[in-house]
């Protein structure tokens, strides 16, 4: 496999399940984001990881959890979500997120619905 | 603030040039980029430009920077049926971190 993988590509859940969604890059690199693309707004930044440490958090709520056990992989732990938040969730990667022109390369998303 | 605009549809035939606009607020961003998004996939960087140069060509893609209008815009020559996806500008913003903030996106519709 190359490039960003992210599973499952369609979620649909209860608003007081817990669910995670997961992010693999294979590109070596050591920067990875999470993305939230709702309809007809702009993309927006949610957080970013440089070398497994968060380095933004962009004023997300605390029912958005997000892991990065390492370069490679990004978690977002999922609970007690709002109908709000039915949107595709998009992970990034470049190789590192601190040096400016690392352009960012992205999976094709998890497409989340809230009942 | 940073913001950045684009207009949200475009429609062209086949064979045609297509000119996608966008307008970006801070100056003193320093690479601005363009994203293709085809349904039901993520973003695919196409191209990208230092804010040093007043054009870039890279093969159908001419991307154009007026850094005094803070005005960027995107031409594909000879535009095909599988160009037609939403595309996004986004400016580098500031700090230290490499974030990057998105437009809106603009639809563009190829007629065959």
């Known amino acids: 496999e190359t490039g960003v993988t992210q599973t499952p590509r369609h979620l649909v859940m209860g608003m007081t399940n817990k669910k995670s969604l997961k992010c693999e890059q294979h590109?070596?690199?050591?920067?990875m984001y999470w993305y939230k693309q709702s309809a007809k707004k702009p993309l927006e930044l949610m957080f970013v990881?440089?070398?497994?440490?968060?380095?933004e958090n962009n004023s997300v709520p605390s029912r958005f959890s997000p892991e990065c056990p390492n370069s490679s992989h990004l978690f977002l732990h999922l609970h007690t979500l709002q109908p709000e938040d039915s949107a595709l969730y998009l992970c990034?990667?470049?190789?590192?997120?601190?040096?400016?022109?690392?352009?960012?390369?992205f999976g094709d998303g998890t497409r989340l619905s809230i009942l | 603030g940073e913001d950045v605009e684009q207009s949200l549809f475009l429609s062209v035939r086949e064979g045609d040039s297509s000119v996608i606009n966008c307008t970006y607020t801070?100056?003193?961003?320093?690479?601005l980029y363009w994203y293709k998004q085809e349904p039901g996939a993520g973003l695919q960087l196409l191209t990208y430009?230092?804010?040093?140069?007043d054009m870039k060509q890279d093969q159908r893609l001419t991307v154009l920077l007026n850094k005094k209008d803070k005005h960027l815009s995107l031409r594909i020559a000879d535009t095909q049926t599988g160009d037609s996806a939403i595309y996004f500008c986004?400016?580098?913003?500031?700090?230290?971190?490499?974030?990057?903030?998105f437009g809106t996106g603009t639809l563009l519709a190829v007629q065959p």
């Open positions: 801070d100056s003193s961003s320093t690479y």
């Open positions: 986004a400016e580098r913003g500031g700090g230290a971190t490499n974030k990057l903030i």
């Open positions: 990881y440089n070398f497994k440490e968060q380095t």
């Open positions: 990034a990667s470049s190789q590192d997120g601190s040096v400016i022109n690392q352009p960012q390369h």
């Open positions: 590109l070596g690199h050591n920067a």
């Open positions: 430009i230092f804010s040093n140069m």
